[in-house]
């Protein structure tokens, strides 16, 4: 290769990198904001659906106390 032909290949490869760059720390930061948000919100929805679930099970318990009480009658 010549001189002339890695010059300019450096120039392109020097364009591209600045052009394409790196994450910056406020670019990482809103990343990890947008993680956080999206853990606690997750964990909002698991404690919704245990209360939910628990709910539900106490519904059943009655509900069976009641269909064993109307068996004994």
Not at 21 to 37: H, M, P, Y
């Amino acid at each position: 290769m010549s001189l002339k032909t890695v010059t300019k290949l450096s120039a392109l490869a020097l364009i591209a990198g600045l052009t394409v760059g790196c994450a910056s720390t406020s670019d990482l930061q809103k990343v990890q904001n947008d993680a956080n948000e999206a853990k606690a919100m997750a964990r909002q929805a698991l404690d919704t659906a245990n209360e939910a679930k628990s709910m539900s099970m106490a519904t059943e318990e009655k509900i069976n106390r009641m269909f064993k009480k109307s068996m004994y009658k």
